[in-house]
Structures are given as structure tokens and as C-alpha cells.
């Protein structure tokens, strides 16, 4: 991931496989009038196996993030580190959306304009090419970036 800011007491993490096609103006106004932690909006709910045998799902993509210092609960990383071993695979999306979605109301980013699937249109802000789509980011991502970047 990219991380950017920092803002006055948060972060803006981004992750690499995310090229902006358009000017982020949405993103960067929810960051200045900062209110709440911002997710990007996952194309499902997505379910999550610790290896203790809990379970939780969750519809929230940590390709983009926002969130003040004050809003990581700790505690919540405690208790997740606890229940896995050392043999699990954890993801930092895993403990980003339990540590700041848990224990208050959370923001997301409209799905139109910042997706994670389908194709790229004209209100389109930018495209997340997650792992199952990662090598359309050089095939479609990259003649993005080049049109948008060095327009004819």
C-alpha cells in the first residue's frame, strides 16, 4: 500500500493496484472534514476463518482507508492477535476492518465512482484491480494511468 497525509492526527493508505483515472475530489473532502474511518466499498461480504474457529464477514475494502489515530482500537488488535498462530496468514485488511469498524459507524466511498469491478466510465474516480483482477491493472490500468496522464 501507498500511505498518504498523514492529516492532522490520520492516514490515507491507498494501495498500489488502485490507479486514479479523475481528480479524487470526494475522497480528499471526506479526509478534510474527517468524521468518521472511510472505507472503500467491498463487492460483497467477504468471510473471514480464524484459526480458533471464529468466523466474521464483512462488505468493507481496505484499498482505500482513512481513519484518525484515535479511532484504531488497540484493544480489538490485542484480542485478533490472540486468537490466530503463528501459521496463520493474516491480512492487514483483516485487522484494519475489525480495529475501526467494530465499535463505531464507519464511511464508504461510493462503489460507482471508486470500484472494484466492472468497467471504467466517464464518473468513474479510479478502478481497484484486487488479487483475482491484478493483471488487468497492466492491461487496462496502465492505458488508464497513460491516457489520463499524457492525454492526446
Known amino acids: ?7 492532522a492526527n490520520g492516514l490515507l493508505i491507498l494501495d498500489s493496484d488502485i490507479p486514479m483515472v479523475s481528480p479524487p475530489a470526494e475522497l480528499l473532502q471526506q479526509a478534510a ?23 466474521f464477514s464483512s462488505n468493507l475494502c481496505t484499498g482505500i482507508l482513512l481513519f484518525e489515530k484515535h479511532h484504531l482500537h488497540l ?8 486468537k490466530v498462530d503463528e501459521t496463520y496468514r ?7 476492518i475489525q480495529a475501526l469498524s467494530q465499535h463505531r459507524p464507519v464511511a464508504r466511498l461510493p462503489a460507482d ?10 464518473e468513474t474516480i479510479c478502478k481497484h484491480y484486487t488479487s483475482p483482477k491484478r493483471e488487468q491493472l497492466w ?9 489520463t496522464l499524457l492525454p492526446s
Open 113 to 122: 465512482t471508486y470500484p472494484l469491478s466492472g468497467p471504467v466510465g466517464p
Open 75 to 82: 484493544p480489538t488488535i490485542e484480542r485478533y492477535f490472540g
Open 1 to 7: 500500500p501507498l500511505f498518504c497525509g498523514p492529516w
Open 90 to 96: 493474516w491480512t492487514d485488511q483483516e485487522i484494519y
Open 33 to 55: 472534514d474527517y468524521q468518521q474511518p472511510l472505507f472503500q466499498q467491498g463487492r460483497g461480504e467477504a468471510v473471514y476463518h480464524l484459526p480458533n474457529g471464529e468466523r
Open 139 to 147: 492491461l487496462e490500468g496502465v492505458h488508464l494511468l497513460k491516457n
